[in-house]
């Protein structure tokens, strides 16, 4: 059963997206990994901004703010990893 959740989910990676990293190793599978970890957090951090936004139950939109500032965090230091800073 696959878990391809990327239609509706930013993002979440394809099933094709997970078989380019089986079938990748190395540098390339490092740099490939990274990238789809920060459209991964990228994802998250554009989904808590909508929670903090619209959001009504208190704990998630306190829960929302704490993954912007900590997913924000770990992008910009995959970035860097990635040369891009």
Known sequence: M???MSSSTPGMMSDADMG???KT???AFDTLFLTMMV???KGAVEMARSEKADGAYDPA???AAD???TQSAEIKQMDTLLGKN
Do not use: M
């Open 61 to 63: 939109v306190a829960l």
């Open 2 to 4: 696959g878990h391809d």
């Open 20 to 22: 380019k990293l089986e």
């Open 25 to 27: 190793s190395g540098a």
């Open 39 to 41: 459209d991964h957090h």
């Open 67 to 69: 993954v912007i500032t």
